[in-house]
């Protein structure tokens, strides 16, 4: 009988501690997915203790919406920061929101722009469209509609819907580019193709 215990007990545990870490991450994906966070969030804290950038990062942001754990914004900064300093570029977005937002506890701008700036350096297609954003109104940084559109155009050739909507408009209004409205529809609809519903409501009130 204690050795069937003892096998109840440890199977599990020593099953758990011969996992990869990609496995770990896997799984805590899985539990994650299944509304399970509390397991999600043990199963992440072991993968990136272990070194997994990914399961930092959603550990970071399960403490930010108190999934699984207490909220914590702090806890969330550090677990994502640690992923983010170490080049992951979901995690540099991430952190770039957080910092825009305030929900880092405190709303930078400048911090906010340097995250977002190391995303969109990786090709992160939506913290590209957001630095357009932060160029496009001066957050941060003095503002350059020609850098923004720029960063714009990156983010929409990488398939963002956020990034085809603010080229759409900047090519409609000749924002940081010449105004061709024939280009500005062809990226508004492809915007509105992916669902983005500003991208539908300026295709419905513009004149064309």
Not at 129 to 151: C, I, P, Q, R
Not at 198 to 205: D, F, G, L, M, W
């Amino acid at each position: 009988m204690l050795g069937i215990l003892l096998t109840l007990i440890i199977g599990p545990i020593s099953s758990q501690s011969n996992m990869s870490v990609s496995e770990m991450y896997e799984k805590a994906e899985a539990l994650k997915d299944a509304n399970k966070f509390t397991e999600a969030v043990e199963m992440f804290r072991q993968a990136a203790d272990r070194g997994s950038l990914q399961a930092m990062n959603q550990l970071g942001l399960l403490y930010m919406d108190g999934k699984g754990v207490s909220q914590s914004s702090s806890e969330a900064v550090k677990w994502v920061k640690k992923a983010a300093e170490q080049g992951l570029s979901s995690a540099q977005y991430n952190l770039g929101i957080f910092y825009r937002s305030g929900r880092a506890g405190v709303t930078d701008y400048s911090e906010a722009l340097k995250w977002y700036s190391m995303a969109a350096e990786q090709e992160h297609a939506t913290a590209e469209a957001h630095l357009g954003f932060m160029y496009l109104n001066g957050l941060g940084v003095e503002k350059d509609h020609s850098k923004a559109t720029s960063w714009f155009l990156k983010s929409a050739q990488h398939g963002d819907c956020q990034g085809m909507f603010h080229l759409g408009v900047n090519y409609y209004f000749g924002t940081g580019i010449e105004t061709d409205r024939k280009k500005a529809r062809e990226w508004l609809d492809k915007s509105a193709a992916k669902g983005y519903k500003k991208a539908v409501e300026a295709i419905e009130k513009l004149e064309w």
